[in-house]
Each structure stands twice: as C-alpha cells, then as structure tokens.
C-alpha cells in the first residue's frame, strides 16, 4: 500500500509545482539524487521505468524513502501498460505517470486509488483522459506538442484541467515562467536538473541548489 493517498499526490505536486522525472540502474547513485532533491525541497519523485530489473531499483529506493525522507512522495514513470502498472503499484508505488493514454492502466490505478498522469497531445484525448478519472493530465513531448501556447490555448475551453508538461522545460527563469503563465499546474523535469556532470562527479550539491532555485520559480509564476 503507498504511504499517501491519491488526493495527497495531487495537493503536492500542484502546490510545489516541480517533479523530477529521473532513472539510473545504480541505487547507491539514485539515493544520493533523492536526497539532494529532497534537500532542496522536493516532495515528489517520479523515477522512470527505463531500464532492466528498474522495478527492483524503484523497490529499494522506495524503502529508503519512506525510512529515511519523510514526506518524499514516491511514483513510477514510462509506464505504458496495466501489468507494470500493478507491478509498480504493488512495490508502493504513489503515483503512476505514463506517456500514452492507456485505458487499461485507468481501471488499475482507480481500482487502488492511486493517481495515474496519462500521457495526452491532443484536446481529445485530455477529454477522455478527464473522464476515465485522470486528475493531472502529461503533455508529452511538452515542447513538440505545442509548448506553452498548447497549454494556453487547451486552458481557454478547459479551464479546470491541470496540465504537466515534460519534454521543453528546463531550470531557466525564462523557460518555466513560460510554461507556468501559460497556465501548467505542474512541469516535469528530468536531464535539466539533473546534469550528467554532476552525477558523474558526485556534484550532488548542485541538484539540491538547483531544486531550491526552480521551486522559488515555480512559487513566484504559478498561478
């Protein structure tokens, strides 16, 4: 069972507005990448299911959490069907974040009341998405979708739905001030904030001065 429920997931990465999006097969790496994001403030965590045994990582890595970073909500990413649906799910698993809308993953998540973030590029599929239950909608790729200006223009008719964009946003003042006006309730950042230098170098200090800086953003231009 996770350790928050679906209505918690959804008040913090709305009020925080930043979710590291962020995989590496090392779990000695993905622990210090956790705690310096936790460090610098981080509440939630989507650690994507992108390479071999990542379920065993995100097990592991999950434990540590929930004993060593009280309140780091836990969640899967790159998930695109219902088996590693349930299979993240089963290893506590808070939230599950996919960059297809997959009708199948809908039934499990609601089943067990966990949050599912569906992947959407089009008003069509943000619709159906919202009717199966979808509380935060992905926009991905958020960039080749339409940027900004997609968001802004969805908003317009929509103005209840709460769009995360991932794929574009990066940790200038420029870039997430955009995406935030423009209406995002949260964005999706992965090799941004996490640059491969200073994991490389054990540079972790970074990530936590880098995860401070994007969420006074995030604080100053969401709406």
């Excluded at 899967?76 to 799910?89: Q, W």
């Excluded at 908003?155 to 420029?174: A, C, L, N």
């Excluded at 309730?185 to 994991?199: D, E, N, R």
Aim: glycine residues 10%; neutral net charge.
């Amino acid at each position: 069972m996770p350790l928050f429920s679906r209505l918690q997931v959804a008040t913090t990465m709305l009020e925080t507005g930043i979710i590291p999006v962020f995989y590496h097969k090392d779990l000695t790496t993905c622990k210090n990448v956790l705690k310096a994001c936790y460090d610098g403030g981080i509440r939630v965590f989507e650690f994507t299911n992108r390479g071999d045994f990542a379920h065993e990582v995100f097990r592991d890595l999950n434990k540590y959490a929930s004993q060593e970073l009280p309140g780091m909500i836990m969640g899967a990413g790159s998930v695109v069907e219902a088996g590693t649906t349930s299979l993240f799910i089963q290893l506590g698993a808070a939230f599950i974040v996919s960059p297809v809308l997959n009708e199948d993953m809908a039934k499990v998540c609601n089943r067990r009341k966990i949050l599912w973030s569906p992947g959407c590029g089009s008003v069509s599929e943000i619709s159906r998405a919202e009717e199966l239950g979808a509380e935060i909608i992905k926009i991905f790729p958020g960039s080749q979708v339409g940027g900004p200006k997609f968001i802004e223009a969805v908003k317009g008719p929509m103005p209840w739905t709460h769009i995360m964009p991932t794929g574009g946003v990066d940790t200038s003042e420029e870039n997430l001030k955009a995406w935030f006006q423009a209406g995002a309730a949260c964005v999706g950042m992965g090799s941004q904030l996490f640059v491969k230098s200073w994991i490389e170098s054990g540079d972790f200090g970074q990530i936590t001065d880098t995860c401070k800086k994007v969420l006074e953003i995030a604080k100053k231009y969401k709406k």
